[in-house]
């Protein structure tokens, strides 16, 4: 009798388990429901169902649904083929045409849409837009210097090379020698100043042309006797400790 009542425990609640499983998967259907409502106006076919509506059974083959059958849909890819391509070249000539309506054509492709399905690169490569796009700019600042300031830092008087061989460094595939720099970076940069009165260049930009190969010291290419000192001031303290 016992066992009854404990299976019957387990059965109700097995049952109310089921019933928020089944609460919690009909409130996810109708958000979905409503998320897609809102997304698509009632009674219209997206971009990819209608696709798939003309391609669901796609056969021009012989013995492959009736004749009037096959007909009707190769006149149905041969209509949306013909609006695709008409509309692509209205789009070539109004953008190629001398009006404002460049920069609005140009949205039209980057799109909500167009993101969704994930064709933005296509369309442009179709239109060959250029306007949104992001032009580097041509004679800038930093353009011009950087083969000057790349040579600079490289002076022999400004960094010195390493004698070591294997005392490389590799950035992007580029193998180079390090060089050290004899002196702070802050001085080299009003060294750069001063030698170059017709330029004008922030210390941040100075600082970001700097070549990979050239870094500042470490403690093994300085050439004093701080660290033998600092290993004697150790072994001197140890003595005294014992």
């Not at 016992?2 to 109700?12: I, S």
């Not at 409130?27 to 003309?54: C, E, F, I, V, W």
Request: charged share 35%; proline share 3%; hydrophobic share 30%.
């Amino acid at each position: 009798m016992a066992k009854c009542y404990r299976d019957n425990d387990q059965l109700r609640l097995e049952i109310e388990k089921q019933k928020r499983l089944a609460h919690r998967l009909q409130m996810r259907l109708l958000r979905l429901k409503r998320k897609s409502s809102l997304n698509t106006p009632t009674g219209q076919d997206t971009p990819r169902s209608k696709a798939r509506k003309l391609l669901r059974h796609w056969s021009t083959e012989k013995g492959k649904g009736s004749r009037a059958k096959r007909r009707l849909m190769k006149n149905q890819a041969k209509k949306a083929l013909q609006f695709q391509y008409t509309l692509n070249a209205e789009l070539m000539n109004k953008y190629r045409s001398k009006n404002k309506g460049k920069q609005a054509l140009s949205q039209i492709i980057r799109g909500k849409l167009m993101r969704k399905y994930k064709i933005i690169t296509e369309a442009v490569n179709e239109f060959r837009f250029t306007a949104g796009r992001q032009r580097q700019k041509k004679g800038s600042l930093s353009k011009r210097l950087t083969d000057r300031v790349c040579s600079f830092y490289e002076r022999d008087d400004i960094s010195r090379i390493t004698p070591g061989i294997k005392d490389t460094v590799t950035k992007n595939g580029i193998k180079k020698q390090r060089r050290v720099m004899t002196e702070s970076i802050e001085i080299i940069h009003e060294r750069f100043i001063l030698e170059n009165t017709d330029i004008k260049i922030s210390y941040p930009t100075f600082c970001r042309m700097r070549p990979f190969w050239v870094q500042p010291p470490k403690d093994s290419d300085r050439e004093t006797c701080a660290l033998q000192y600092n290993k004697n001031m150790q072994f001197l303290v140890i003595i005294f400790t014992v």
